[in-house]
C-alpha cells in the first residue's frame, strides 16, 4: 500500500478473514479453517492493455496514445527499480498487467509476483510469462532488473505494431527498424507534414530502436530503464524545440506522485486460489460446474485408473473413456501450474471449439469445469482448499499420434504419408483461414490419426488458455525464439519440420541443416526411387510419385526458412500440392492402355465420347476422382500366378470426401461374377475411406480393363439383412442398384481400372535383364498388337 505513483495501480485496502466450517472427512463431521484473501485496489475504466491491443489498435489508437502509454510504463518501472529502496521487480510484466484510466494513462497491476530484489537472484523455478521472459530466465532462473527490462521491449513492439509486424531476427534489426518507421510515416502523413513529419518519423524509429536493445539475448546489452527515460526525454525535449520554433506547444505528459485522498473509490474484489499461488487482478470467483459432470468422467474412466491412461503431454493426461453407449471418447485432465482461466474464459473458449468440424480437427464432444472444496492436512491441522478440474472429452482416434508412428519408417507407404502431409495441410488451412486462429503448438504428438490413417490436428484453442506456453523448441521458429514474436508463419514453420520428418524419416530428417536445399531434395527422391526401384512402381506411376516426393520436401524446405517472409502461406502450400494432383499423367507405363485406346462396348454411346474429360478423370496425381469416389492405384498389379492355389488380389483404396453415402460396384468383362472372391460392390458412408480386396480365382493378362461405377445412395436403396452385424454395415447386397439408378436417371460414374501382370519369380531370377525385356515386350504388345487386335 506504500507504493504511490501516478503509473502504478493504487491498493485501497485488502482483507484477510478466517472462519470453520463443519465438513465432511473420513466419515467424521470436522471443523476446517477457511481463509479469505482479498485486495480492493482502483478501478480503471479502460480496461487492460491485452483488450485494447488485441481489438483493432490500428484504427483506435493514433502514435501520440501509443507514445503516452510507452512512456508511461517506462516511468512505472523507473518508479520501481530506482526511485524506491530497496528496489521492486516486477517480473510478470505483460499487457495484461497494465490497465487504462479513461484518459489512457497506464498503470501497471499484479504485483503477485513481484519481490524486492539489489541485484541478480537465482530462483527454484520459472516465473513470469512465457514470451516475455529473457532467456537468460529461461535456461539458468537468473532474475535481476533486466528481467523487467526485456519484457518492456516485447511490450513496446507489441504497442509499436498493434502485433501485425513482420518477423525480424537479430541479423536484420536495422531493416526492421526502417520497415516500421515507413509504415508510421505513410501513416502520419495526412496529419503532419514537412520537418514536423520528419520529427515523429524520428521518434517512432527510437522507441523502435530501444525495444530492440531491450530485447538482446545478453542481458549486459539491454539498457537500464534510466537510459531509456533519458534517450525519451531528449527526444521529447527536441520536439519541443522545434515545436516553440514554430510558434506551437506540445502538451507533455506531467510526472506526479498521486495523492492517496484522489482517485476513484470503486474497488474490485480479487481472490486467491490457494495460499501457495500469487494473486491475480483479473482471476474470478466464479464457482460450481460448467459442461460434464465430474463424476460422469470418473464413471467412464474408472476413477481416472491408470490401466485407461493413454499418455500425458504438454497440457495434462489423458485417458480413455467408455460411455454407456458403448461410444470411446478421449478424457484430457488440464494441468495449470498457476490458476489457469476462470470459468466464464473457459466455458467461451470451449463452447466456441464445440461448433468446430473439420475433417482434420480433432473433434471436441464436451468438457467439464467444476470447483470442489477438499479438507487436507496442513502442519498438523485440517484446512480448506479448492480444487478445481478443468478437462476435456475429445474424440477417441484409434491409431494413436503421428509421432508414435514415425520411428517405424517401413509402417508407412508413401501414398499413406502424402494423405498424412495433405489432411495436415487442410486442417491448417482451416484454423489460419476459416477460424482466423493460430494453433501454436503444431508437432507429431498433437497430430492424431484415425482407423483410416485420416490425420486430425489435436490441443487446438489451448495455446489460448495456456497462456504463455507456445510451441515445442524443436518446431519454434528463429524468430519466435530470439524476440518472441508470432504470427501464422509460426505455425507453418512447425508444419515445415512435421512434412520433413513424413517424407525423409527419421535418419533423413538429421541430414537436412547440413546439405543445401537442392541438395537434400533430390537425396530425397534418391531414397524413395531406389525404394520403388524393386518392381513395386514402374513407368509413369513411379515418375509420379518421385515428383511428389521432390514437390514436397521443396515446400517443406520452404516452410523452414530462417526469415519469415520467404516462407508460403498454407493457401499456397495447398495450391502447390493441388496442382501436382492434377497434373496431366505421362504416357501409361507398359501393361497400361492409354485413355482413348479404342475400346470395345456392350451398348451404344448416347452421345460424342468425351476422351478428354475421361482422362482427366483417371490421371489425377496418385489416384482418381470419380467427383464421388477418389479412386487409388488406377492400375490393378496382380501376381502372374496363384500363390499355393489362393486366389491372386489387389488392393484398391476409395474415399468419400461426399456428405452422403456412396455405392461401388466393381465390373470386368473379361471376368464374370463367378471369377471374383469376396466383395465386388459395396457402400463408402460419408467422409470415410474403405480397402477394397479385389480377389480373383484365375490369372488375368496385362491390358484388361476393370471398371469402378459408383452413383449416391440414398436411406431406402440399402436394406440389409438384420443379421449383418453393425461393424459391416458398408456392404451392399443388391448388385442391380447401379442398373436400378441408371434407369432411374440418376448420376453414375465409371473410372476404368487397367491390370499390370507382376512376375515376381522371374524378376528374381533374371534381376534387372528380365525387367527391361518385360517392360520392352510390354510396350511392343501395347502399341502394335493391342490395336491391331
Not at 256 to 278: F, K, Y
Not at 282 to 291: P, Q
Not at 455 to 475: Q, S
Request: net charge neutral.
Amino acid at each position: 500500500m506504500k507504493l504511490e505513483h501516478t503509473n502504478i495501480v493504487r491498493l485501497m485496502g485488502y482483507c484477510y478473514e478466517t472462519k470453520h466450517v463443519a465438513i465432511p472427512y473420513n466419515g467424521n463431521v470436522v471443523l476446517a479453517e477457511v481463509a479469505t484473501r482479498a485486495l480492493i485496489l482502483e478501478y480503471l475504466q479502460n480496461g487492460s492493455l491485452e483488450t485494447l491491443l488485441s481489438t483493432n489498435a490500428d484504427e483506435e489508437l493514433d502514435w501520440h496514445t501509443r507514445y503516452k502509454i510507452i512512456k508511461g510504463i517506462c516511468e512505472g518501472l523507473n518508479y520501481m527499480h530506482e526511485e524506491i529502496r530497496p528496489p521492486v521487480l516486477h517480473l510478470d510484466l505483460k499487457p495484461d498487467n497494465i490497465l487504462l484510466d479513461k484518459n489512457m494513462v497506464p498503470k501497471l497491476a499484479d504485483f503477485g509476483l513481484s519481490r524486492i530484489c539489489e541485484g541478480t537472484q537465482i530462483t527454484s523455478c520459472l516465473i513470469g510469462t512465457r514470451g516475455y521472459q529473457p532467456p537468460e530466465h529461461i535456461h539458468r532462473n537468473l532474475v535481476s532488473k533486466k528481467f523487467d527490462i526485456f519484457s518492456l521491449g516485447v511490450i513496446m513492439i507489441n504497442i509499436i505494431e498493434a502485433r501485425h509486424s513482420d518477423y525480424y531476427t537479430s541479423d536484420d534489426s536495422d531493416n526492421f527498424v526502417d520497415t516500421v518507421q515507413m509504415k508510421w510515416r505513410s501513416k502520419l502523413n495526412g496529419t503532419y507534414h514537412g520537418s514536423l513529419l520528419d520529427i515523429y518519423c524520428k521518434q517512432v524509429k527510437i522507441c523502435t530502436e530501444i525495444a530492440l536493445k531491450c530485447m538482446e539475448q545478453k542481458r549486459n546489452r539491454r539498457p537500464t530503464i534510466l537510459e531509456i527515460i533519458d534517450k525519451l526525454n531528449a527526444m521529447e525535449h527536441e520536439m519541443r524545440m522545434f515545436e516553440n520554433n514554430q510558434g506551437r506547444h506540445i502538451e507533455r505528459e506531467p510526472r506526479m506522485i498521486m495523492p492517496t485522498s484522489e482517485g476513484p473509490i470503486a474497488g474490485q474484489l480479487v481472490v486467491a486460489e490457494t495460499e501457495a499461488r500469487p494473486l491475480r487482478y483479473s482471476y474470478s470467483t466464479t464457482k460450481g460446474s460448467t459442461g460434464l459432470m465430474l463424476t460422469e468422467l470418473k464413471r467412464i474412466t474408472d476413477d481416472f485408473s491408470e490401466n485407461r491412461k493413454l499418455g500425458a503431454g504438454s497440457f495434462g493426461k489423458v485417458y480413455l473413456g467408455e460411455k454407456e453407449n458403448g461410444q470411446k471418447v478421449a478424457v484430457k485432465i488440464l494441468d495449470f501450474d498457476g490458476l489457469g482461466p476462470d470459468a466464464e474464459n473457459f466455458k467461451d473458449e470451449f463452447d466456441n471449439l464445440m461448433k468446430v468440424e473439420h475433417p482434420n480437427i480433432v473433434r471436441l464432444i464436451d468438457y467439464c469445469y467444476e470447483t470442489q472444496y477438499e479438507a487436507v492436512p496442513y502442519n498438523g491441522r485440517l484446512i480448506m482448499t479448492e480444487k478445481t478440474t478443468r478437462a476435456l472429452c475429445l474424440e477417441y482416434l484409434h491409431n494413436g499420434s503421428l509421432e508414435s508412428h514415425l520411428p517405424n519408417e517401413d509402417l508407412f507407404d508413401w501414398h499413406t504419408r502424402y494423405r498424412i502431409i495433405k489432411g495436415t495441410c487442410e486442417g491448417l488451412k482451416y484454423i489460419h483461414n476459416e477460424r482466423q486462429a493460430l494453433h501454436l503448438n503444431l508437432k507429431p504428438s498433437n497430430i492424431l490419426l484415425d482407423e483410416h490413417m485420416v490425420p486430425k490436428l489435436g490441443d487446438l484453442g489451448m495455446a489460448e488458455i495456456f497462456k504463455g506456453y507456445i510451441g515445442t523448441r524443436e518446431y519454434q521458429p528463429p524468430e519466435y525464439i530470439e524476440r518472441r514474436l508470432i504470427s501464422e508463419k509460426f505455425d507453418i514453420f512447425s508444419l515445415g519440420i512435421i512434412i520433413l520428418k513424413i517424407v525423409a524419416g527419421k535418419r533423413g530428417y538429421s541430414k537436412y541443416r547440413g546439405m543445401n536445399s537442392e541438395q537434400f531434395a533430390d537425396d530425397v527422391q534418391r531414397i524413395w526411387r531406389n525404394r520403388w526401384d524393386n518392381g513395386t512402381l514402374v513407368g509413369s506411376i513411379l515418375d509420379t510419385q518421385c515428383r511428389q516426393v521432390k514437390l514436397c520436401t521443396e515446400i517443406a524446405l520452404k516452410c523452414v526458412e530462417h526469415k519469415r517472409i520467404r516462407r508460403p502461406n498454407i493457401v499456397e502450400i495447398i495450391n502447390k500440392l493441388d496442382r501436382m494432383e492434377n497434373k496431366p499423367c505421362p504416357p501409361p507405363p507398359p501393361g497400361c492402355v492409354s485413355a482413348n485406346a479404342p475400346q470395345e462396348s456392350t451398348h451404344e454411346p448416347e452421345g460424342p465420347e468425351d476422351t478428354s474429360a475421361e482422362l482427366q478423370v483417371r490421371c489425377g496425381g496418385p489416384g482418381s476422382s470419380s467427383e464421388l469416389l477418389k479412386v487409388y492405384p488406377l492400375q490393378l498389379r496382380f501376381p502372374s500366378t496363384p500363390n499355393g492355389g489362393s486366389p491372386i488380389s489387389s488392393k484398391l483404396h476409395l474415399t468419400n470426401d461426399t456428405d452422403g453415402r456412396v455405392a461401388f460396384r466393381l465390373v470386368s468383362k473379361g471376368h464374370p461374377i463367378r471369377d471374383f472372391e469376396g466383395l465386388t460392390c459395396g457402400v463408402v458412408p460419408p467422409k470415410s475411406k474403405l480397402t477394397l480386396a479385389v480377389a480373383l480365382r484365375r490369372p488375368v493378362s496385362s491390358g484388361e480393363w476393370f471398371e469402378l461405377v459408383s452413383t449416391r445412395a440414398g436411406d431406402g436403396d440399402l436394406l440389409l439383412p438384420q443379421d449383418r452385424p453393425p461393424a459391416l454395415d458398408f456392404l451392399y447386397q443388391h448388385s442391380s442398384f447401379i442398373n436400378r439408378a441408371k434407369e432411374a436417371g440418376r448420376e453414375v460414374h465409371t473410372v476404368k481400372l487397367a491390370t499390370i501382370v507382376v512376375y515376381t519369380q522371374t524378376a528374381v531370377c533374371f534381376g534387372p535383364w528380365f525387367r527391361f525385356c518385360r517392360e520392352n515386350l510390354h510396350r511392343l504388345f501395347v502399341d502394335c498388337f493391342l490395336p491391331a487386335w
